[in-house]
């Protein structure tokens, strides 16, 4: 039997802390891509209220200063009851070495509880994970 070990390509990173209820946006740390394929972003939403529009989209640029949408890369926009929920953007096959998430929270207030990046297909391993990751465990269980 093969096995796969995801952590031994793929490298953690915190690019938002916790954002307290408002109607601000927020940018999310850029990832640099330059020794991976791809990254996942997970938006961790809180309380949301009602009547709020919070839209997420990923955002590219060339020089981590001026980023630009990227073309299909916004998640559908959260509805009243959609608290405590996961919103997931990944960015396949980098055109641009940094890439970002933009939280949009207009109308009403929503929290934000945190964005974590997955960073898949490093080209150098074992990755480094940054300091806002206390451990990577692997188990086998079969």
Request: charged share 20%.
């Given at each position: 039997?093969s096995?796969?070990?995801?952590s031994?390509?793929?490298?953690?990173q915190?690019v938002?802390?916790?954002?307290?209820?408002?109607?601000t946006?927020v940018?999310?740390t850029?990832v640099?891509?330059t020794?991976?394929?791809?990254v996942?972003?997970?938006?961790?939403?809180?309380?949301?209220t009602?009547?709020?529009?919070?839209t997420?989209?990923?955002?590219?640029s060339d020089?981590?200063?001026?980023f630009?949408?990227?073309t299909?890369?916004?998640?559908?926009?959260?509805?009243?009851?959609d608290?405590n929920?996961?919103?997931?953007l990944e960015?396949?096959?980098a055109?641009?070495?940094?890439?970002?998430?933009k939280?949009?929270?207009?109308t009403?207030n929503?929290?934000v509880?945190?964005?974590v990046?997955?960073?898949?297909g490093l080209?150098n391993?074992?990755?480094t994970?940054?300091a806002?990751?206390?451990?990577?465990t692997?188990a086998v269980?079969y």
């Amino acid at each position: 039997m093969s096995q796969c070990h995801v952590s031994s390509k793929t490298k953690y990173q915190r690019v938002s802390n916790a954002v307290s209820a408002g109607t601000t946006d927020v940018d999310s740390t850029a990832v640099d891509l330059t020794a991976a394929e791809s990254v996942t972003f997970l938006v961790l939403l809180g309380a949301l209220t009602s009547t709020n529009v919070t839209t997420a989209k990923l955002q590219e640029s060339d020089d981590n200063s001026t980023f630009t949408d990227v073309t299909g890369g916004t998640a559908s926009d959260t509805v009243d009851d959609d608290d405590n929920q996961i919103l997931v953007l990944e960015y396949l096959r980098a055109k641009k070495r940094y890439v970002r998430v933009k939280l949009t929270r207009a109308t009403a207030n929503a929290v934000v509880d945190g964005i974590v990046a997955e960073i898949h297909g490093l080209r150098n391993s074992p990755p480094t994970n940054g300091a806002t990751v206390h451990s990577v465990t692997q188990a086998v269980g079969y």
